[in-house]
């Protein structure tokens, strides 16, 4: 039987860089080292930090005080505090009197909504060490233009101090606009176990981001199965199990293709016939090739013609390909590729009646 072990935040703190990602399967640590770093921080030298996430309704009261529920915050404080409180968006090391009475102590920080940062652009923040991104990674939507917005909030906190900058996220997509605004996207190959230093050189200065894999934490719970289990046990990327063709692929007729871009992911839609039966299906495939494909779907502005961001839905084989995803008749070359695209299409909503 594999012994289980715990994620240690030591050595990626090392690297003394401005940004740290750690990357992982889910309850294996990362969170609570880098919980117990920054209430560390914030007892022994004052210096405070910002609990950040993405949407507002992440920030209520209740699930803050809830993400700190399971720290040792007597072992922290030497006995002086026993929980944090939150109170206006302001965090507080505290104590429950013999009366059951919350008393606040020491302030430690505040949560913030990156959603709502233009709230926080005329704010002031003294004297903090650290932000700490909870869920950096969604399969779901980001904001718009998020890296940026991240970077704008940053300046707002850090002024002209240096600061450090936590981003935790579990290997949900490999679909990340963080890894290309960033040039980051050496880590779809990163090994589990490794630390990777990135350094952005702008003007005199170099900005260094330091990405762990956080090794496997032999996570031995039974209650997980199937395509989950693999990104939930071994931190694995997500994958979900999607359609394949049902036939070999000489079987269909290709009527049409269309290469769609984004970021460094490049896949081909084929829209294929059945030789025999005459349906239609959309085939997804990686676009690894050098050969010329003519209709292009891309995020990247382009005055050609034959790339744009959305599908020409007033031309057949476009209107077909819409209508094959809308039905969901769509295969796959694999799970990692479903996985991805599906994840892009997010983007293009190819298919969607909006």
Known sequence: MAKKTYYDISKVLLTLAHYIILLGQRSNGKSYQAKKTVLEEAYKTGRKFIYLRRWLADIKTRAVESYFGDMPIKKITNGEYDRVVVWNGYMYFATLDESGNIKKGKEIGRYCALN?????????????????????????????????????????????????????????????????????????????????????????????????????????NKMFFGQSAKQIISGEWDTKEVPKLPKPKQYYEKLYEVLVEYQRFKFIIELLADEKQGGLICYVYPFTGNRKVLRILSDAFNDSPFISYKLDVSKRPEYLISECFRLNKVCYSDNLTGSDFKNVNNVFKIGSLI
Do not use: M
């Open 116 to 220: 709502e940062y233009e709230r926080y652009k005329s704010q002031t923040f003294i004297n903090y060490a650290y932000i700490l991104y909870e869920e950096f990674i969604t399969d779901a939507t980001y904001l718009n233009d998020e890296p940026r917005l991240l970077q704008q909030f940053v300046s707002t906190v850090a002024r002209n101090e240096r600061i450090t900058v936590l981003l935790i996220g579990n290997t949900l997509s490999r679909v990340c606009p963080y890894f290309h605004e960033w040039c980051l996207e050496g880590v779809l190959k990163q090994k589990q176990g490794t630390i990777e230093v990135y350094h952005h050189h702008v003007k005199d200065e170099v900005i260094d981001i330091a990405i762990e894999y956080c090794a496997n934490t032999n996570n031995e």
